[in-house]
């Protein structure tokens, strides 16, 4: 009972701790790549590239905006790191992409990469390739952020309250935050289905 005390409350804490200006800087990204009709890439590894799937799927149908995940493609994912290495993957998958100076690159890491360190490799890789074509960069990440919160146009950094479960709260609170993001007034376009069931029962009353 005191594990599940006090990982609840790390969580209540985190989510007040959050940086809202850097929240409302990434809303704003949102709204200017599809009034320019760009597009959304997201990675991550592990949990994290789940989490990309999820985000993809949500940006696509709620916020409107055309979203991929390179690593929704196993086939081509795998044949890339058979053939080329895990360091390139991504940054290969988005020069056949044609990423460009319309979209955005959203990174999903616990601890953001490092070159250094030899963690995450292929999103330093990544985020360096969409330096390159003018593309802007969002963060979500935790621990000190790595070389994303280094080169990110917007980071938004997931605070460490104990090191026994940063990887656990950085990536339930990347989907806290991409799920703020997508239906944030400004973002929305289109209703999810619980919602708009919630507000046609109460209509009809």
Request: glycine share 6%; hydrophobic share 40%; with cysteine.
């Given at each position: ?10 969580t209540s804490k985190i989510a ?9 800087q990434a809303v704003n990204l ?70 460009n100076s319309k979209d955005v ?101």
């Amino acid at each position: 009972m005191n594990y599940i005390k006090t990982y609840l409350e790390q969580t209540s804490k985190i989510a007040l701790m959050l940086d809202q200006d850097k929240i409302l800087q990434a809303v704003n990204l949102l709204k200017t790549v599809r009034q320019d009709k760009g597009r959304l890439f997201f990675l991550g590894v592990g949990g994290s590239a789940g989490n990309a799937s999820h985000a993809v799927n949500d940006f696509r149908k709620i916020a409107g905006i055309e979203s991929y995940a390179p690593t929704d493609n196993v086939s081509e994912l795998t044949a890339r790191v058979n053939d080329d290495g895990w360091d390139s993957v991504f940054s290969s998958w988005l020069k056949v992409s044609n990423l460009n100076s319309k979209d955005v690159l959203v990174i999903f890491s616990v601890g953001g990469g490092s070159i250094e360190k030899n963690i995450s490799t292929n999103l330093v890789k990544a985020l360096n390739h969409a330096k390159t074509v003018g593309a802007k960069t969002l963060g979500i990440v935790s621990r000190n952020g790595g070389y994303t919160k280094e080169v990110a146009d917007c980071c938004i950094l997931i605070p460490t309250l104990s090191p026994e479960t940063v990887t656990p709260h950085a990536e339930e609170f990347q989907a806290i935050v991409w799920h703020l993001l997508v239906s944030h007034p400004e973002i929305q376009k289109n209703q999810m289905k619980w919602e708009s069931t919630a507000q046609t029962a109460t209509s009809k009353k």
